[in-house]
């Protein structure tokens, strides 16, 4: 669903953290409707400020300024400094606000107690390629977020990649598929390129041509909609190198250890979550 273009352009955007992730939301958020002028981001220190401010955002250090000029805000602080900040700007969210949260591991019903009773929250997670608006953000809302605060959230985030709603329990799952995820892609990328050092390719153009096989099976993957083991399938011809080097994949366990890494890392962001909802009791 799209929202009015004209009503996208007039909201007040916040941001309390500057971190990359607040960098790539807001990147992504100014190649839509969204003006410099209209978003404001605040932060402790000047360190992460520069670059919001090349892009022409005003920044402050007051997250009870963000919060009272903002329609939407951004909580795009570490977990354990949730509490402290919402407490902070409490006082200050009123029903004309809605606030989302992409601190990983904060539940939403922790987020919903340390905010005014009725206040609108949508808990996202991001991952990193948003900051070249090729990421995969999914939001659950919260118990006082209708499908219209759903709507104007995807509105806004369309520009920085793929955006989905779902139930919150997908969220963890999220976080270890596509948040970490993206780490075991560079793993996989390191790996191919040493194999072609290995085989005698020097390692710059090596690295250079594995970034780019990632790039471009990865468009192929999403622009086909075709299942990954029918791509697959496709780049194997009978007898070939293809399907030697899957065979050896196959061996060495990469699928299980894959499967693995996804599913270790979805349980340790359920602890985090587990932690930090238990340090706000």
Not at 2 to 29: C, H, S, V, W, Y
Not at 61 to 83: I, Q, T, W, Y
Not at 140 to 157: F, N, T
Request: glycine share 12%.
């Amino acid at each position: 669903i799209k929202m009015d273009p004209e009503m996208d352009r007039q909201l007040k955007i916040g941001f309390i953290g500057a971190g990359n992730m607040a960098f790539g939301i807001t990147k992504g958020i100014m190649s839509g409707n969204i003006l410099p002028g209209n978003v404001k981001v605040s932060a402790p220190s000047v360190r992460n400020l520069g670059r919001f401010q090349e892009l022409g955002v005003p920044v402050t250090h007051s997250n009870a300024e963000v919060v009272r000029g903002s329609d939407v805000v951004f909580v795009a602080v570490k977990p354990h400094l949730v509490p402290h900040v919402l407490g902070e700007i409490s006082q200050h969210v009123t029903d004309r606000h809605v606030i989302v949260s992409v601190a990983a591991g904060v539940t939403l019903a922790t987020l919903e107690e340390l905010l005014p009773e009725n206040t609108v929250v949508i808990r996202m997670m991001p991952n990193l390629p948003c900051l070249v608006q090729e990421g995969a953000l999914l939001f659950a809302r919260g118990s006082h977020a209708k499908p219209e605060d759903g709507a104007l959230l995807r509105s806004l985030l369309h520009h920085c990649g793929l955006v989905e709603e779902g139930p919150e329990l997908w969220i963890d799952i999220h976080t270890g598929m596509s948040g970490s995820g993206v780490a075991f892609v560079y793993l996989f990328a390191e790996a191919l390129a040493e194999g072609a050092v290995k085989m005698g390719m020097p390692s710059a153009l090596a690295h250079s041509i594995a970034s780019q096989t990632v790039l471009g099976a990865g468009r192929v993957l999403r622009d086909s909609g075709k299942h990954p083991a029918q791509l697959r399938a496709e780049v194997c011809t009978p007898g070939g190198t293809t399907i030697y080097g899957l065979h050896t994949l196959e061996q060495g366990g990469v699928r299980a250890a894959t499967m693995s890494a996804v599913e270790s890392a979805t349980e340790r962001a359920r602890e985090l979550g587990r932690r930090s909802s238990a340090c706000t009791k």
